[in-house]
C-alpha cells in the first residue's frame, strides 16, 4: 500500500479492527517501514484511549430490562398525544406551522433572499415584501411524516435553533393607541384607517429584530425528523448569518371584536427571556416562531387576524366577536439579510419540496417567483380557497376557509407603497375591497 | 406498505430497542427521568414517522442517530437554561460502593460534568458519532445511521476524537487551575 493511501482514517479502521484482510495485510506492512504512519498511530491510538476514558466516565443505568415498564408508560403518553393532536390540528395551524417551519428552517427558505443589491459594506442582500403569491400545499403530504406532528417538530425546531439566535430587538406587549397620528409617530410610518369609522381599539406592536446563524447539520435534522432526510440543506447555508428585522406594526379593530385586543395585550409580547436567548430556549422560539409569522405574513399577518375575528376553531375566550368584527394590521416590509453566497432558489426549492412539491415542480416554481420581493403564502388545497385580486391598484391576495363555518371570513393582503396590509372581516369578496379602498 | 405500524410489530421493535437507546441517553443527559423522557419522544418521533423508517432493517441506526441527536440538544437546552449538573449533595450518580469517599465522589462528578461540557461543544455529528461507538456499534451501523459512507467513518472518528481530546484536556487542564487560583485569591 502506497504511504499516500494510508491515511488517518484507514488508520483509525485499522485499529478498530474495521479493515478487511486485504487492507488489514497492507497496511500492517506498510507500518513496519513507515515511522511517520506508526507515529500517526500511536498518536490515534492515545486520543481514542482519552475519548473511551472520558465517555466511560459518564453514568450507566443499572443492568434490569425496564422496557416493560417503559412500553407501559409510552403507550399512555401516545394516547395522551395524540388525542391533543386531533384537537390542536386545525387548518390554520397548518397554515402556520407550515409558515413557522418554511420561516425556521432557514428564514431564508420563503422569505427568500437573492443576491441582487448589495447592502452596507459587503455582504448582505435584502428582501422586501413587495408582492404575494399563493402556493398549494397538497394536504396529503400534511397529513404525512413529520409536518402533522406540530409538537414534536416544534419541539425540534426550538432545540435546534435556540442555540443560534440572538434577539437585537425584543418584542415588547403590544400599546394602546389613543389615535392615528399617536400610532403613526410611535411605528414610524403614516398608519390609515377605515374613513370616517372610530376603531374599537388601536394597538401598537412593537418591532422584533434577531439574528440567527445558521448551522446546515442542524437544520439538517429538522428536515430528517420530519422524515425528509431525502431533502439536503445546500452546503452554502452553513455558518450563514441571517438578520431578520420586523418592524413595528398597527393593528386596529373596528365592531364588536369582543375581549380580542385586551387578550392579545395580555398574552403577547416579551417574557423575561427575550432579552438574553441564552436564558430560555422555548420561549426565545416561541418568540422567533412569532417574528418569522409576522414577517413571512401568511401565518403572521392572517394569524393576528384569524385571532381576532374567532377563526380558529380551537380558540378559547371570554367574549366573542361578531360578523361585525374587521380587524386591520398594517406593517411596514419586514427586512431580512443574508450573505450573498446564499442561492435563494436552491433553498427555495427544498423548501418547496418539504411542503409535498415534486423536485421538477419545485424547480418550475421557483424559477417563476422573484425571491428578492415575493411572500409566498402556502395554502392547504381543499381547506381554503384563494384568489389574486387588485386592491386599490396593487395585487392582493384574497383568502377564505373552504368549509362552512369559515367561509364567510375573508383576509385579504396586499402591499401598497412599502406597507404590507391584512385587512380581515366577514363578508363577501365586495365587502372586502370596499373596505380596503375606504383606507386613508 | 402501510403508512401505520401494526402494534405487535411496533412493540416488538420498542422492546428490542428500548434498553440500549435509553442507556445512549442517560450517558448524556443527568438524570433518569429526562433520560426517559427524551427516550420517549424519541420512539414516538418513530412511530410518527411510519413502518417505512424500518424498510431495510435500518431501525435502530435511525433510533441512535435520533436519540444521539435528541439527547445532545437536550444537554446544550439545559446548559442554556443554566440546569447545573448536581456536584453535591444526593446526586444522581450512584456511588461505586460503601468505600467511596464523599470526595472522591464529587472529584467523579466533576469529571462527568467535564465530559458533558465537552459533548455539547462539539458539534452534533462527531458527539454523535463518539457516543454510537462508545456504544459498540460498527463502521457499518454507523454508518447507516448517520448516512455516511463506511470508508469515511475511519476519518471522521479520528477528527471527532481529536476535537474531543482537545476541548477534553482544556478542560482537564482550567478545572485543575481553578482550586489554585481560588487558593491564591483566599491567601492574598
Known sequence: MKHEEVNQGVLRAYLDGELDSTRLFAVEQHLQGCSVCSGEVAILRNRAALVRDGLDRLPKLPDADTSARAWSAFQKKREEWMDGDQNRWTLWQKLSLAGGCLGVAAVALVLTVAPVRAWAENLLAIFRVERFTILEINPATLKNEGLQNNQLLNQTIGRVLSDEITVTQSPQKPQLMANAATASKIAGFPVQLLLGQTPSSLLLESGIGMNMKLDGDRIQSILDEAGRSDLRIPASVDGAVIGVRVPAGVMAFYGNCGDVASRMMAQAGAGPGTKNPSASADHHVVVHLGGADKSVSEAGVENQAMHANKVSPGETSGQEADATCVSLFEIPSPIVSAPQEIDPAQIAQVALQFLGMSANDAANFTQTVDWTSTLVLPVVRGESKYEQVHVNGNEGALLRGANQNQSGHFSLMWVDNGIVFALNGTGDDTTAINLASQLQ | ?188
Not at chain 2, 149 to 164: H, I, M, P, T
Open chain 2, 1 to 188: 406498505m402501510s403508512d401505520r405500524w401494526i402494534e405487535a410489530e411496533f412493540e416488538a421493535i420498542f422492546r428490542e430497542h428500548y434498553q440500549r437507546i435509553v442507556r445512549v441517553i442517560r450517558r448524556v443527559l443527568q438524570r433518569d427521568s429526562e433520560a426517559e423522557e427524551v427516550c420517549a419522544e424519541v420512539f414516538l418521533r418513530l412511530y410518527r414517522s411510519g413502518p417505512g423508517v424500518a424498510a431495510g432493517g435500518l431501525v435502530g441506526g435511525w433510533l441512535y442517530r435520533t436519540a444521539t441527536r435528541a439527547s445532545i440538544d437536550a444537554l446544550r437546552a439545559n446548559r442554556r437554561r443554566g440546569v447545573e449538573e448536581q456536584l453535591e449533595g444526593n446526586g444522581p450518580v450512584e456511588t461505586e460502593g460503601p468505600t467511596e469517599s464523599p470526595l472522591t465522589l464529587l472529584l467523579r462528578r466533576e469529571r462527568i460534568v467535564e465530559v458533558r461540557e465537552v459533548l455539547a461543544k462539539l458539534r452534533v455529528k462527531k458527539a454523535q458519532l463518539l457516543l454510537m461507538r462508545h456504544s459498540g456499534l460498527s463502521y457499518r451501523e454507523i454508518a447507516e445511521a448517520l448516512q455516511l459512507s463506511v470508508n469515511s467513518v475511519g476519518q471522521k472518528l479520528a477528527r471527532a476524537e481529536a476535537e474531543f481530546s482537545a476541548l477534553y484536556e482544556r478542560q482537564q487542564r482550567r478545572n485543575s487551575k481553578a482550586p489554585q487560583l481560588r487558593a491564591a485569591k483566599e491567601g492574598q
